[in-house]
């Protein structure tokens, strides 16, 4: 008889046979916020970001004289670390730095726990796990990002404030043409999502800032009049970046009046890095997108200490500084939330949680492997259970791309838009679900370790954990629940 072998014998299971297909998704509704990670920090130089100053006059811009830009729209002001350009043949141009730029004062790291001198756990943290590395292969990026998170990470890694705008991160996206021409277009949304996931993956604030500027480029190419839609790709060739801005500040909401904006936002994620942001002020017909610089306005870094995110600097902004000629309307009233594309946009933070649960994951079987504990029956448990989470979320990931572009071909909104914003529903949900599963598991099978730096998990668990705390999540449960129960989506098809 052949003898039975041990546990430390066994082989894992294989992603083969962990995954698990998502549960079909329902109809329903949600409510986006953005949110991020608070911070007093301002941004960083970046020598990679090519200098363009602000043109106020009719000529257009200096940076970018092939493409003609009317006074309403606002400058690409020099981004950190660029030269100033030089003055245009009409129209005003300003070298001097931002007055924003100028006062905002760094305060004091309160220690060196993330530097880049800081001495890593060990050598062998860095070889990837051999035994259990099959229970996250099929969750890994693919189509050409395979590299882009240990880039990204590396970057973003050694800079000197981790807690800043994290432009080492964005340097990577410009270098491949990222940032400029992100997938946004008709039948791309796989591509979109695996690219979220693998920022994420990579660092969690930049793939906060990052989704937040895909998205404007996307509401400014689905809402934008082809004029608009030139100027603001020009901007993002010129190293510009740009951000959505929906939340307004309690007791002084932003409002629209004779072409100026007055009021504050919060959650103002990348206002120490960003060139422009869309805003939205109510106006008659309902609520306006507006495309407004950020040269003049007025940051408040002292509200929020929050637990994680620092590096997306989601502050106060106050928008009464800013001059008419830095505001253009996007759209027309009602365009930010129509539908499916306002609830259907989860899918993006979504995907980005996908990258943060994979980080947490291979930040935990790196520990293992390395303190060879991976062999033990209790911790494989827990490598299969986050293999099982990330294989999971990994499907409804690709099942969100594929509503996404059924939604982009179709002629109308419904059947395919009804889907988009049920999958959309049902994929945040899970993928929350799924998330925190990760982080307990993970925290459970490195233990303290994992919480002191610099490991790896010090800074992922506060980021992932503060990211997943996205607005109204028992709204868009409710939403598949409705759906559910209206027989639109039947369980397992």
Known sequence: MRPRSSWKSRRAPSAGHLAV???ACATGWTWRMPIG???????????NVPGCGPICGPAGWKALPAIRISPAFSALRPMNGAPDGATAASGRFSSSASPRTSRMRRRACPSQRRSRNSPPISPAMRISAMRHETIIAKSRNVEGFDGLSKEIAAAVGGADDRDAFPAEGFDVLRKRGLCSRPPIGKGEGRSLLRLLAAVGQGDLGLGRLYEGHVNA?????????????RKVHALAEAGGLFGVWNTDQPGDPLTSRDGRLTGRKNFASGVDGLSHAIVTAPVPDGRQMFIVGLDAVAVDRSWWRPLGMTASGSHVVDFAPVPAEAITPLGVPG???AEPWFTGGAIRFSAVHV????????AAVDHLQASGRSGNPHQAHRLGRMGLALETGRLWLESAADAWDAAETAVGADPDGARLRAVANGFRTVVEQLAMEVLETAERAVGAAGFNAPHPLERLIPDLRTYLRQPNPDGALTGFADAFLAGEMAAGR
């Open 21 to 23: 297909w998502p549960i």
């Open 37 to 47: 990670r608070i911070s007093s920090r301002r941004r960083r130089p970046s020598s």
């Open 217 to 229: 480029l996307d509401l400014v190419r689905r809402f934008g009049p082809p004029e608009i839609v």
């Open 335 to 337: 365009d930010y939330i």
């Open 355 to 362: 990258g943060g649960m994979r980080a947490v994951a291979q």
